[in-house]
């Protein structure tokens, strides 16, 4: 005989529709099933959570955070952890577009006051009444990572720029516009920078892992003025020819930018400012990182956390330097 639980969900909207080929509508009925079971019932320490465990660098800067604000920021960052997971954590683009889809629509009931009942959804919800922030910069974000299933490799620079600029600068944006301080074009400007300098060097300590998927993060343009072979990088690692030549560039770059942002707040960051900021700490620690293991990315000695991370942070603050 079947058990209960199992006939119930024979007979399921969400069962139905899949055999009517309804995608969409499962994973719609998907989420909100999950929300309903026990996932709402504390949105702030489910969204506390998923960055500890995710992120654990952006968990400690949340401590930097005003109290009042801290919940919101985590809220954010839980949205942009979600969305920057999407394309590894499903079996094919089909997928990854309908979670997008899904972000779409609860931005949407968000900008209405009607967050659908997802634990992060209803967290950006309270963040975004309680700032009075827009959705703009989250639909940007949405928008660039959406395009990121389709194309996940970049042959410029330039392109590669232009999605951190979208995704990880857009995101200091929003923090910058969560401590009411958008209206500094200094700050945003910094912020422009250290975005790219933070998506690059993202993409560098994550080489490793997409070389062993078969995706070659570092634009083409860089990999072919260095003779790299993609195929060979795959195989070999940190073994092929030219690839630690062509992780220098990508890493120059990083810096590049790096140096910028902090040359535009010039000797210290206002106070307010501080916690967006606090973002360069963990950048200039792995470039400084990657630098001392000869910009060797698949170097064992990078793929920990680094026991100088919350001692820098915290040093970093205080001082208002970066």
Same mark, same amino acid.
């Given at each position: 005989?079947?058990?209960?639980?199992?006939? +119930?969900?024979?007979?399921? #909207?969400?069962?139905? !529709? &899949?055999? *009517?080929?309804?995608?969409? =509508?499962?994973?719609?009925? @998907?989420?909100?099933?999950?929300?309903?079971?026990?996932?709402?019932?504390?949105?702030?320490?489910?969204?506390?959570?998923?960055?500890?465990?995710?992120?654990?660098?952006?968990?400690?800067?949340?401590?930097?955070?005003?109290?009042?604000?801290?919940?919101?920021?985590?809220?954010?960052?839980?949205?942009?952890?979600?969305?920057?997971?999407?394309?590894?954590?499903?079996?094919?683009?089909?997928?990854?577009?309908?979670?997008?889809?899904?972000?779409?629509?609860?931005?949407?009931?968000?900008?209405?006051? +009607?967050?659908?009942?997802? #634990?992060?959804?209803? !967290? &950006?919800? *309270?963040?975004?009444?309680? =700032?009075?922030?827009?959705? @703009?910069?989250?639909?940007?974000?949405?928008?660039?990572?959406?395009?990121?299933?389709?194309?996940?490799?970049?042959?410029?620079?330039?392109?590669?720029?232009?999605?951190?600029?979208?995704?990880?600068?857009?995101?200091?944006?929003?923090?910058?516009?969560?401590?009411?301080?958008?209206?500094?074009?200094?700050?945003?400007?910094?912020?422009?920078?250290?975005?790219?300098?933070?998506?690059?060097?993202?993409?560098?300590?994550?080489?490793?892992?997409?070389?062993?998927?078969?995706?070659?993060?570092?634009?083409?343009?860089?990999?072919?003025?260095?003779?790299?072979?993609?195929?060979?990088?795959?195989?070999?690692?940190?073994?092929?020819?030219?690839?630690?030549?062509?992780?220098?560039?990508?890493?120059?770059?990083?810096?590049?930018?790096?140096?910028?942002?902090?040359?535009?707040?010039?000797?210290?960051?206002?106070?307010?400012?501080?916690?967006?900021?606090?973002?360069?700490?963990?950048?200039?620690?792995?470039?400084?990182?990657?630098?001392?293991?000869?910009?060797?990315?698949?170097?064992?000695?990078?793929?920990?956390?680094?026991?100088?991370?919350?001692?820098?942070?915290?040093?970093?603050?205080?001082?208002?330097?970066?």
């Amino acid at each position: 005989m079947l058990r209960p639980t199992f006939r +119930r969900l024979l007979n399921s #909207p969400s069962t139905k !529709a &899949l055999f *009517r080929g309804d995608a969409l =509508a499962v994973h719609r009925r @998907y989420m909100a099933t999950n929300a309903e079971e026990g996932g709402i019932q504390d949105p702030a320490t489910y969204c506390s959570d998923l960055v500890r465990k995710r992120d654990y660098e952006s968990f400690l800067i949340s401590q930097f955070w005003p109290r009042d604000l801290r919940e919101h920021f985590i809220a954010l960052r839980a949205f942009y952890v979600e969305l920057a997971s999407v394309q590894e954590s499903v079996s094919n683009i089909t997928l990854g577009k309908m979670r997008m889809q899904f972000w779409r629509d609860a931005l949407k009931g968000i900008a209405d006051g +009607r967050p659908p009942r997802h #634990p992060i959804a209803l !967290a &950006l919800g *309270r963040a975004c009444q309680a =700032a009075n922030l827009q959705t @703009y910069h989250l639909k940007r974000i949405v928008d660039a990572r959406d395009a990121e299933l389709d194309t996940p490799a970049h042959m410029t620079l330039d392109s590669l720029t232009s999605h951190a600029e979208s995704t990880s600068s857009t995101f200091l944006y929003l923090q910058l516009s969560l401590l009411s301080l958008s209206a500094s074009s200094t700050l945003s400007h910094a912020a422009s920078h250290l975005g790219v300098a933070q998506g690059i060097t993202t993409l560098l300590r994550a080489l490793p892992y997409h070389a062993s998927q078969g995706r070659m993060v570092i634009p083409a343009e860089i990999t072919a003025r260095h003779g790299v072979s993609q195929e060979e990088v795959f195989r070999k690692g940190g073994q092929a020819k030219g690839i630690e030549d062509a992780v220098f560039e990508f890493a120059t770059v990083a810096n590049d930018n790096l140096q910028t942002s902090l040359e535009m707040l010039k000797t210290e960051v206002p106070g307010r400012a501080r916690p967006v900021f606090l973002n360069a700490v963990p950048t200039r620690l792995y470039l400084e990182r990657l630098e001392a293991a000869n910009f060797d990315a698949f170097n064992p000695s990078l793929h920990g956390r680094g026991w100088q991370l919350p001692w820098r942070i915290w040093s970093s603050y205080y001082r208002g330097r970066f």
